[in-house]
């Protein structure tokens, strides 16, 4: 089902540039401070074409999207970026901590062309629904570039590891390219040029149906793309280079996966007083508080209380701080009859605290509707669960719902069921470097 194949990706020239000073978070994680940052690490960062300044003045004819075209030719034209000699699939590995935690993991996954392909076809299926103005942004630099320096995170399901294992082979070899980024995590890639072995990984790629993990913007943008170089060509051609997006491809079944939670904080209810809300949530949580006295106490009840949070997983637990000396764990009812409280939600959907936290908690306990989520009039995010909690006690929000990470399996299930997870649901961890290999759409044989 999955078309995969090599290419030859323009990469940044290492006997000119060291490629820890050249590339950069995916640019939807690019703050204006990182901004900077990436300008003054080096004049060859990609950071004017993955996300450049917007300047005074621009227009039609001189903008962010045509800088970033003009920077992209310059680079080619000089050496700075240099086009690999044959078609390659390309392994890459990111060694990272887990934030949080003692524990280090190590993701594999290979790099390669994927046929774009509409989701009605059920070869790659989303988990999230996009938003307007990034795919409009996106686009627009697709079409003065005809580049994609980003990766598209996508998940397979391959039990038996085949691939992984050519991947576990591949890592004990030295690393065409090392680096660490600005967290701490070790990016390597390696080149995968020998015929054989790309026809074994396209051929147990051919059975797969595809996940977007991380992405889905610059995916429905390379869907776009696509349709609108097939609406000018003179006749239909399946090999076309916009057919086919770059992505980096990783087992369900990999030990190096991880997703963290997207805690919630929540302000301006009007009214809003924590016990009347604890009351009306006992309609469908039995609670568990965690109180504390002094500062003392309360490292000793942070302790506790995260212990439990993780052990209640299988009722669907739910962390809540409001402040006022105590952390509360609320845990789902046994036998909740998911047909009268939620008849339309999914039983897939119904196994992610998540949802049962915007559908219970927030919507009917709250009174903020799905539609002033969307436009987080209520509701801000924080991966940082000690950043979620300071911000109650530092006044900016009412009540904090501090969260267990979603599991890829579940992921995985939501996907190919068709349906869609909350807004900020899942965070998977590293995130892929753009700018390690880059896909020139125009001439990428």
């Known amino acids: 089902m999955a078309e995969i194949r090599a290419f030859r990706a323009y990469r940044f020239n290492a006997a000119t540039v060291s490629s820890a000073d050249v590339t950069t978070q995916p640019y939807d994680k690019i703050t204006p401070a990182m901004q900077e940052r990436y300008y003054a690490a080096s004049p060859f960062n990609l950071i004017p074409i993955e996300k450049g300044r917007v300047l005074p003045g621009d227009s039609s004819e001189t903008n962010v999207y045509t800088r970033a075209a003009a920077k992209l030719n310059e680079w080619i034209s000089s050496g700075i970026l240099v086009k690999d ?37 059920e070869i790659v299926f989303r988990h999230e629904r996009t938003l307007t103005a990034p795919k409009a942004d996106r686009l627009e630099l697709l079409r003065h570039t005809h580049a994609q320096t980003g990766l598209l995170f996508m998940l397979y399901d391959e039990p038996s590891k085949q691939i992984d294992s050519m ?56 869907l776009a ?58 309609r469908y949580f039995d609670w568990y508080g965690y109180p504390f006295y002094s500062q003392e106490e309360r490292a000793g009840a942070y302790e506790d209380f995260l212990r439990d949070l993780e052990r209640q997983r299988v009722r669907h637990a739910i962390g809540v701080y409001g402040g006022g000396g105590a952390f509360y764990l609320f845990v789902l009812k046994r036998n909740t009859d998911f047909a009268q409280v939620l008849p339309d939600v999914s039983e897939a959907q119904r196994e992610l605290d998540v949802v049962l936290l915007h559908r219970l908690l927030i919507e009917k306990c709250l009174g903020i509707t799905a539609e002033a989520v969307t436009g987080e009039q209520h509701i801000s995010y924080e991966r940082d669960m000690s950043a979620a909690i300071a911000a109650v006690d530092g006044g900016e929000a009412q009540v904090a719902f501090l969260l267990n990470a979603v599991r890829v399996r579940q ?21 892929l470097l753009s700018g390690l290999v880059i896909y020139r759409i125009e001439d990428s044989k």
């Open 225 to 282: 793309f696509r349709d609108e170089c097939r609406a000018r060509a003179s006749e239909a051609n399946p090999d076309a280079p916009y057919e086919f997006a770059m992505m980096a491809l990783f087992n369900t079944h990999s030990s190096g996966l991880t997703i963290l939670p997207t805690h919630r904080v929540i302000r301006n209810v009007a009214n809003f007083d924590f016990a009347k809300f604890r009351a009306q949530a006992s």
């Open 411 to 431: 992921v995985a299930e939501i996907a190919l069921g068709g349906d869609v997870l909350p807004q900020k649901s899942t965070d998977f961890y590293p995130k």
């Open 85 to 121: 000699p044959v078609p390659t699939v390309y392994a890459y590995s990111q060694d990272y901590a887990v934030p949080g935690t003692n524990t280090r993991r190590v993701r594999r996954g290979f790099i390669a062309l994927g046929r774009v392909e509409d989701y009605a076809a």
């Open 167 to 222: 991947l576990e082979m591949i890592s004990r070899t030295p690393a065409t390219v090392e680096l660490k980024d600005e967290y701490g995590v070790i990016h390597q890639l390696w080149t995968i040029t020998d015929a054989g072995s790309i026809r074994r990984i396209a051929a147990a790629m051919a059975a797969q149906k595809l996940i977007i993990a991380d992405g889905h913007h610059r995916y429905e943008t390379a």
